[in-house]
């Protein structure tokens, strides 16, 4: 079985760009939660999405935005991009979202703004 | 608001010791505790997680131990080997409203250097 497939791995922007994450959740799976890593913050939770539906959303600024498609896969989108946006975003899905139901994590994506 | 305090930050260890990390959520509402384990430059992975209903689950040489009138949980691992070294994250999580919420708070993570 798959496990939660990001792409791309590695990005570089230039500061005041756009980018576009994509995420695969495990099939099946139809929660996808999305978090920013970095070594001041931690692990931050972006949003989630169920059936295609933002169920809830973190305290980002409305720069960072998702969605989700019919099968699924998700994907979020950092508008105008700044250089502390440089991160590595996370991708985690479960089975229904619900507290009980493991969370599983992709290998996330490592966004470098220059 | 929602927010998980973990200790300590780092935690050195000689092999075959034990090693403890405490972690405090603030929100009573809060009823699923996983743990993970997070290897340099690899995704954090699912090690361990705890209901409300439970008060210590183990599996192995790890287990977890949940207080929820003092609102904290912990994790514990026995004879530590060097492969354990990673940092480990606590997290909270609770069912939002009418709906269900993917949503996990994570405490800040704490190193575990497990030393031959």
């Known amino acids: 079985k798959a496990g939660v497939t990001q792409t791309p791995r590695y990005l570089i922007k230039t500061r005041g760009q756009q980018v576009t994450l994509s995420c695969s959740p495990i099939?099946?799976?139809?929660?996808v939660s999305w978090y920013q890593q970095t070594p001041g913050q931690g692990l931050q939770f972006l949003f989630e999405?169920?059936?295609?539906?933002?169920?809830n959303k973190g305290n980002f600024p409305g720069r960072f935005s998702g969605r989700q498609f019919s099968n699924s896969r998700s994907e979020m989108n950092v508008s105008t991009l700044e250089l502390g946006d440089s991160a590595l975003y996370l991708c985690?899905?479960?089975?229904?979202?619900?507290?009980?139901?493991?969370?599983?994590f992709g290998s996330g994506t490592r966004l470098t703004v220059v | 608001g929602e927010n998980v305090e973990q200790h300590p930050s780092t935690l050195s260890v000689q092999e075959g010791d034990s090693a403890v990390i405490k972690c405090t959520y603030s929100?009573?509402?809060?009823?699923?505790f996983p743990w993970y384990k997070q290897e340099l430059g690899k995704r954090p992975q699912l090690i361990i997680d705890?209901?409300?209903?439970?008060g210590e689950k183990k599996d192995q040489r790890i287990a977890v131990t949940l207080n929820k009138t003092a609102k904290h949980f912990s994790l514990h691992i026995t004879e530590t080997q060097p492969e354990d070294s990673a940092v480990y994250f606590c997290?909270?999580?609770?069912?939002?409203?009418?709906?269900?919420?993917?949503?996990?708070?994570f405490g800040q993570g704490t190193t575990l250097q497990v030393k031959p």
């Open positions: 985690a899905s479960s089975l229904a979202g619900q507290p009980g139901y493991g969370y599983t």
């Open positions: 099939s099946g799976h139809r929660s």
């Open positions: 999405y169920f059936s295609e539906t933002q169920r």
């Open positions: 929100d009573s509402a809060s009823n699923y």
């Open positions: 705890i209901r409300s209903n439970v």
């Open positions: 997290a909270a999580s609770k069912k939002g409203g009418s709906s269900n919420t993917g949503k996990l708070i």
